[in-house]
């Protein structure tokens, strides 16, 4: 069942759980994650950012929407950090239900200015919007944008930004960062500050860069009131890491050999996102 961000968030918001969205970055990972979702009857946001786009191509996406159109769960396909209203435009025309908008390294009222046009146009068609606010910081290599220092969300401009911006999901900066920590840096979530932003903000809230934050955080922030947690950088680890263990043996030539070992130890940490964002089973909240 393919619907969009501003209708699978709606539940999530209402009874206090979250949607993981998965950024998948290949076919083997698309599956995995919609088979664990299928199976434990989980609502899915299946994440795609532009440099994943380009990766898999435009064709892979009609085969992704093919299934997500087919599966019984609640799903919806979202752009990640889009940063042109013409990559907006591409995904709409592939087929995405949804898109993020990313002006959070723009002057305010360019952010704004910027939101409203994709807004327009999407709303016009049926697609949601989500945009940021404040900056997500960047704690290793990886392809997704963020600023070396946090700016943090302030909430009476998050008020002032979701209706100015006209978007349906509001990404808050409260002190993550994308990619996986190194070690010697620890991050610590504002929880205060998103609470503060939770009181006064109506539409859902979206955290990023959720990959290796203390599970009892993550638990707290939906609790207080987020409703979507971007997953990247725990699955491809996952994924990954096993991959490297596999092909240590350089006789496997076959594909699926290779893969489906890695898609199990990826889907093991999969399914317990789904139990961390107490999305287990709340595909029924939808019927
Ligand atoms: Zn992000």
Avoid at 49 to 62: Q, R, S, T
Avoid at 73 to 96: E, K, N, W, Y
Avoid at 124 to 135: D, K, P, Q, R
Wanted: proline share 6%; net charge negative.
């Amino acid at each position: 069942m393919l619907i969009s961000l501003k209708e699978i968030l709606a539940p999530a918001q209402k009874y206090g759980f979250a949607v993981p969205a998965f950024n998948i970055a290949n076919f083997a990972m698309f599956g995995g994650v919609i088979s664990v979702c299928e199976r434990t009857n989980s609502p899915v946001i299946i994440e795609i950012h532009p440099n994943e786009l380009n990766h898999i191509g435009p064709y892979m996406v009609k085969g992704i929407l093919e299934q997500l159109v087919r599966s019984p769960i609640p799903a919806c396909l979202h752009l990640d950090h889009g940063s042109t209203f013409d990559q907006v435009m591409l995904a709409i025309r592939l087929g995405f239900t949804s898109v993020m908008i990313d002006g959070s390294l723009l002057p305010y009222w360019q952010n704004v200015e910027l939101c409203t046009k994709v807004a327009q146009a999407a709303h016009a068609v049926g697609i949601s919007v989500e945009g940021e606010l404040g900056t997500i910081g960047i704690a290793a290599a990886c392809d997704e944008p963020g600023a070396n220092e946090i700016v943090y969300t302030s909430p009476q401009e998050a008020v002032a930004f979701v209706k100015d911006a006209g978007i349906d999901a509001l990404a808050v900066a409260i002190g993550t960062s994308h990619g996986l920590y190194p070690k010697d840096k620890k991050p610590k979530l504002r929880l205060d500050l998103l609470r503060e932003i939770a009181e006064v903000v109506d539409i859902p809230l979206v955290l990023h860069g959720g990959s290796n934050n203390p599970d009892n955080e993550i638990r707290a922030a939906v609790k207080i009131g987020i409703s979507k947690v971007n997953i990247a950088s725990d699955i491809k680890q996952a994924y990954y890491q096993q991959m490297r263990v596999v092909l240590k043996d350089d006789k496997i030539l076959e594909p699926k050999k290779i893969q489906m070992p890695c898609i199990e130890t990826m889907c093991r940490v999969v399914e317990s996102k789904l139990r961390l964002l107490g999305t287990l089973g709340k595909a029924d909240y939808y019927r």
